[in-house]
């Protein structure tokens, strides 16, 4: 056997021998559009919303379903606008110059959501979510899916599809 042969034998010998490390788990990552909402920070998962788009001139439709703020034309499509706040138990929103309308495909349909201005887009380690406590998880809490700390604020994770089934 040549030295090359016997250093090679020796190192599959070695490394038969030891058991390989195992990988380290690698935290799944949320990616969510976080805005906020009378003072509150809120996020829903990015895969849902399409864009987002400032506040243009919303037109009220006369005996429009409760929480539809009106429609506005988002390039010559009508979209319908909620109020995220109202179904969410909230006041309405006084729009301001930093007002966002959040576009998101919900049931196969584009619906804007009007929220009173968007923060960022970011990553968060799905551990760092909790589910909401139960006291909060009746009405319009339904559509609260999840609870995250960023610094010293709390995050509340939203679906979409629930604001439109939630109670309020």
Same mark, same amino acid.
């Given at each position: 056997?040549?030295?090359?042969?016997?250093?090679?034998?020796?190192?599959?010998?070695?490394?038969?021998?030891?058991?390989?490390?195992?990988?380290?788990?690698?935290?799944?990552?949320?990616?969510?559009?976080?805005? %906020?909402?009378?003072? %509150?920070?809120?996020?829903?998962?990015?895969?849902?919303? #399409?864009?987002?788009?400032?506040?243009?001139?919303?037109?009220?439709?006369?005996?429009?379903?409760?929480?539809?703020?009106?429609?506005?034309?988002?390039?010559?499509?009508?979209?319908?606008?909620?109020?995220? #706040?109202?179904?969410?138990?909230?006041?309405?929103? @006084?729009?301001?110059?930093?007002?966002?309308?959040?576009?998101?495909?919900?049931?196969?349909?584009?619906?804007?959501? *009007?929220?009173?201005?968007?923060?960022?887009?970011?990553?968060?380690? @799905?551990?760092?979510?909790?589910?909401?406590?139960?006291?909060?998880?009746?009405?319009?809490? @339904?559509?609260?899916?999840?609870?995250?700390?960023?610094?010293?604020?709390?995050?509340?994770? *939203?679906?979409? %599809?629930?604001?439109?089934?939630?109670?309020?």
């Amino acid at each position: 056997m040549t030295a090359a042969n016997r250093i090679l034998a020796f190192a599959d010998r070695v490394t038969a021998a030891e058991p390989a490390p195992a990988p380290a788990p690698v935290e799944r990552q949320l990616h969510l559009v976080t805005f %906020e909402l009378d003072g %509150e920070a809120y996020a829903v998962p990015i895969a849902m919303v #399409r864009e987002v788009v400032r506040v243009a001139d919303l037109t009220r439709v006369p005996n429009a379903p409760p929480h539809i703020r009106g429609v506005m034309n988002l390039r010559g499509r009508i979209l319908p606008v909620v109020e995220l #706040r109202t179904r969410l138990g909230l006041a309405p929103l @006084e729009p301001t110059p930093a007002a966002r309308v959040v576009v998101a495909e919900v049931r196969g349909r584009l619906l804007g959501y *009007l929220v009173d201005r968007v923060t960022q887009v970011a990553r968060i380690g @799905e551990g760092a979510v909790t589910a909401p406590p139960d006291e909060v998880v009746t009405g319009s809490g @339904e559509a609260i899916t999840g609870i995250a700390r960023r610094g010293d604020r709390l995050l509340l994770l *939203l679906e979409l %599809e629930r604001v439109l089934d939630s109670g309020a």
